[in-house]
């Protein structure tokens, strides 16, 4: 909507006029270099084959093991360190220099983050030189951006056209612009699907950006081929972390913070992926003869929110390289409040258990009731426990006192003197006997 992305400190300048977004592409086009593409490309079929047994056996092309973006197995053909997110140390992640700002991961000098983030447009979707059907376009704009508008310049052979405004025609504004996530920093985004109608043919596409202070900023031209006819194998999603993706749409609800997409392409085509609501750029190869693919999402996405993924893929023809239409996945990452309340109940209870057994060890219970005397062993043994040696009761030692007394003491025996089984000697007996005899003569 109208306003939303403004980032602090917006002047709300005015919003600058159709025939402002094409005077602004038309001076780009002219003065600005045209867009080129990295100097790292994507393999090839024929580099895929090459490469495919040794990658095949040292890498997977489901797992990002480092988030850069890449699949282990795309980082594999491509040369760069599947464990380090960065492999030339410059600040920019693997994945964001392959997918989005068209530099060389194994470069060092190549890729500014500072400058993406606050200096910066990027038309990242089409790429220079791609056949399209359609106008999808998406980028990065710098993070303190209120608004950017999009127009196709016309190609001519003469490149009259691109130097008359009034022949350019301007695709559409975005307003409601997204966070994108670059490398571990946060940038602007926008996505435009224009429904403009326009015919095919060549043309240098510009994306405007209009700053907080109102002041504008353009990306480079990205020359296309729009060919309406092109017909090219669009992505089908199948399942999303083994959940199969019904044709009837609807949300699908994963409990996977990084879900993996399923899906179906042709042999040899690079897919790229954007996850939103940060929208985060991912993208493998399809090197199975099948073009099944599976690509997972490079970080944890919000479990309290929906969220979409949009798939293309990019294949080398006779023609040159094409993208197919995108395909779409609605999704939300379910929440995982109620695994915790079962791990807090089971540890209540487990508290509960351990009480109880102390409760039973330190309370004396009846020993003239059978019933108490059945129910104590019977927790005991439940829990495996030794019974402790049990106290004498108050009243059975009351009880032996007045026996005592009344045999005058004779019957106190100091019990732990006497050494178990210890006969007596002949002395001991004959005194012994003494004494009953003397005892029956009285």
């Known amino acids: 909507g109208e306003g939303e992305g403004e980032g602090e400190g917006a002047t709300h300048a005015a919003a600058p006029t159709t025939a402002d977004y094409k005077n602004e592409a038309t001076k780009t086009v002219v003065e600005k270099p045209a867009q080129e593409h990295s100097d790292v490309e994507i393999p090839t079929v024929t580099q895929i084959e090459e490469n495919y047994e040794d990658c095949s056996l040292t890498s997977s092309n489901t797992l990002d093991s480092d988030q850069d973006g890449l699949s282990d197995r795309t980082e594999c053909y491509l040369k760069t360190d599947q464990n380090n997110p960065d492999s030339d140390n410059d600040g920019c992640f693997d994945g964001d220099e392959i997918n989005r700002f068209y530099s060389n991961p194994l470069t060092s000098n190549d890729c500014n983050i500072q400058e993406v983030i606050e200096d910066k447009v990027i038309i990242v979707d089409p790429k220079p030189n791609w056949i399209v059907r359609s106008f999808d376009i998406s980028g990065t704009i710098p993070l303190l951006s209120q608004r950017v508008g999009i127009t196709a310049v016309p190609v001519s052979d003469d490149n009259s056209d691109s130097t008359d405004s009034a022949k350019s025609i301007f695709l559409g504004e975005v307003t409601d612009l997204k966070e994108v996530g670059v490398g571990q920093s946060v940038s602007s985004g926008f996505r435009l699907v224009s429904s403009v109608?326009?015919?095919?043919?060549?043309?240098?596409?510009?994306?405007?950006?209009?700053?907080?202070?109102?002041?504008?900023?353009?990306?480079?031209?990205?020359?296309?081929?729009?060919?309406?006819?092109?017909?090219?194998?669009?992505?089908?999603?199948?399942?999303?972390?083994?959940?199969?993706?019904?044709?009837?749409?609807?949300?699908?609800?994963?409990?996977?913070?990084?879900?993996?997409?399923?899906?179906?392409?042709?042999?040899?085509?690079?897919?790229?992926?954007?996850?939103?609501?940060?929208?985060?750029?991912?993208?493998?190869?399809?090197?199975?003869?099948?073009?099944?693919?599976?690509?997972?999402?490079?970080?944890?996405?919000?479990?309290?929110?929906?969220?979409?993924?949009?798939?293309?893929?990019?294949?080398?023809?006779?023609?040159?390289?094409?993208?197919?239409?995108?395909?779409?996945?609605?999704?939300?990452?379910?929440?995982?409040?109620?695994?915790?309340?079962?791990?807090?109940?089971?540890?209540?209870?487990?508290?509960?258990?351990?009480?109880?057994?102390?409760?039973?060890?330190?309370?004396?219970?009846?020993?003239?009731?059978?019933?108490?005397?059945?129910?104590?062993?019977?927790?005991?043994?439940?829990?495996?426990?030794?019974?402790?040696?049990?106290?004498?009761?108050?009243?059975?030692?009351?009880?032996?006192?007045?026996?005592?007394?009344?045999?005058?003491?004779?019957?106190?025996?100091?019990?732990?003197?006497?050494?178990?089984?210890?006969?007596?000697?002949?002395?001991?007996?004959?005194?012994?006997?003494?004494?009953?005899?003397?005892?029956?003569?009285?």
């Not at 993996?260 to 399809?286: C, D, M, P, Q, R």
């Not at 798939?311 to 409040?337: D, H, I, N, P």
């Not at 209870?349 to 005397?373: C, F, N, Q, S, Y």
């Open 197 to 442: 109608l326009v015919k095919d043919g060549a043309y240098d596409l510009v994306a405007t950006a209009v700053l907080n202070d109102g002041s504008t900023l353009s990306s480079s031209p990205v020359r296309v081929t729009l060919d309406s006819e092109f017909q090219v194998a669009t992505p089908i999603p199948q399942s999303l972390d083994g959940i199969a993706i019904l044709d009837t749409g609807g949300v699908t609800e994963v409990k996977n913070g990084r879900p993996v997409l399923t899906g179906k392409s042709v042999y040899g085509a690079h897919i790229f992926a954007t996850w939103e609501s940060l929208v985060l750029a991912s993208s493998i190869i399809a090197d199975s003869n099948a073009g099944v693919f599976d690509i997972q999402s490079p970080r944890e996405l919000d479990k309290d929110q929906s969220h979409t993924v949009s798939l293309y893929a990019v294949s080398q023809q006779e023609a040159g390289t094409v993208r197919s239409e995108t395909a779409t996945v609605e999704f939300a990452v379910a929440k995982r409040s109620l695994n915790y309340l079962y791990w807090i109940l089971g540890i209540l209870v487990m508290l509960g258990l351990a009480l109880l057994v102390a409760e039973k060890r330190t309370i004396k219970i009846d020993h003239e009731a059978p019933e108490h005397r059945a129910k104590e062993n019977e927790l005991y043994e439940a829990f495996g426990l030794e019974k402790p040696h049990e106290e004498i009761p108050e009243h059975h030692a009351e009880k032996e006192k007045e026996v005592e007394e009344a045999f005058g003491g004779g019957l106190q025996v100091d019990v732990e003197s006497q050494t178990p089984n210890e006969p007596l000697n002949d002395d001991e007996v004959r005194d012994d006997n003494a004494d009953v005899d003397k005892q029956e003569g009285m």
